[in-house]
């Protein structure tokens, strides 16, 4: 923990219901508040976050772009079955 003279005030609004969390979460830890807020802060890491977020995106994407190259295949063999059975019927 850093030392008490470095620390600067600041006042948040949370709801209710986070509070209860945090004062529940802080006590699991044996810790204050203030001090899981301090963890909590250092913990996230914005980049790691827009990089699943990304990751997740790339996954859909692929799977979408699987699903139209499968159509796309079945479109095209059904479109020549149907070409061979024109000409069958036309010849």
Known sequence: MQTAEKLVRKQFLIFPKQVKKLELLAKKQKTS????????????????QQDMEESELLELVSARVKEAIADTQNIRKRLDNTFKELKIEGA
């Open 33 to 48: 508040a203030a001090e899981m807020v301090r963890c909590a802060i250092d913990a996230y890491d914005i980049d790691a």
